[in-house]
């Protein structure tokens, strides 16, 4: 894997997308689980490019929900069932606001997924520092974490 591609979701090289989105799809289980929850309910059925587009456009906004489903899907130009919707309004806030995370946001969450994978499969800690720009310190504090959890 080229892990050049975190610096795609930023500077938007187009010549890395394609593995930006291979990235996506290949974790997008653990990528779903770390978003926070209304985001991965409503980003479930997107395809990669399509959740890349739609942090585009919405990153660092809050969306409201309104009163009825219609407008909502007009403004985000997506497709709800009626079930999907009354559970995002069961997680907005008290004026009925979500808040998308931004671009910086999710560069930082998949970075963080890509290098604690590298540091499970033994990546050298010279490489890692060099590849994530991830300080010996984080490095040593995910590698406790991890032996910790093999021994529960």
Same mark, same amino acid.
């Given at each position: 894997?080229?892990?050049?591609?975190?610096?795609?979701?930023?500077?938007?090289?187009?010549?890395?997308?394609?593995?930006?989105? =291979? *990235?996506?799809?290949?974790?997008?289980?653990?990528?779903?689980? !770390?978003?926070?929850? *209304?985001?991965?309910?409503?980003?479930?059925?997107?395809?990669?490019?399509? *959740?890349?587009?739609?942090?585009?456009?919405?990153?660092?906004?809050?969306?409201?929900?309104?009163?009825?489903?219609?407008?909502?899907?007009?403004?985000?130009?997506?497709?709800?069932?009626?079930? !999907?919707?009354?559970?995002?309004?069961?997680?907005?806030?008290?004026?009925?606001?979500?808040?998308?995370?931004? !671009?910086?946001?999710?560069?930082?969450?998949?970075?963080?997924?890509?290098?604690?994978?590298?540091?499970?499969?033994?990546?050298?800690?010279?490489?890692?520092?060099?590849?994530?720009?991830?300080?010996? !310190? =984080?490095?040593? =504090?995910?590698?406790?974490?991890?032996?910790?959890?093999?021994?529960?």
């Amino acid at each position: 894997m080229h892990y050049e591609i975190f610096g795609v979701i930023y500077t938007n090289k187009l010549n890395h997308m394609s593995e930006l989105y =291979t *990235f996506y799809e290949e974790y997008k289980i653990e990528i779903l689980a !770390r978003l926070p929850f *209304f985001l991965s309910e409503l980003v479930e059925s997107f395809t990669a490019k399509e *959740f890349y587009e739609f942090i585009g456009e919405y990153g660092g906004r809050k969306i409201y929900l309104g009163k009825h489903k219609s407008k909502l899907e007009e403004n985000l130009a997506i497709q709800l069932t009626d079930a !999907r919707y009354e559970k995002l309004c069961s997680l907005a806030d008290s004026s009925g606001y979500i808040e998308i995370p931004n !671009r910086w946001g999710i560069f930082s969450l998949l970075r963080k997924i890509a290098y604690e994978d590298s540091i499970k499969n033994g990546m050298d800690n010279d490489e890692l520092i060099r590849l994530f720009g991830i300080s010996q !310190r =984080t490095i040593s =504090t995910v590698r406790k974490r991890i032996a910790i959890s093999k021994q529960s």
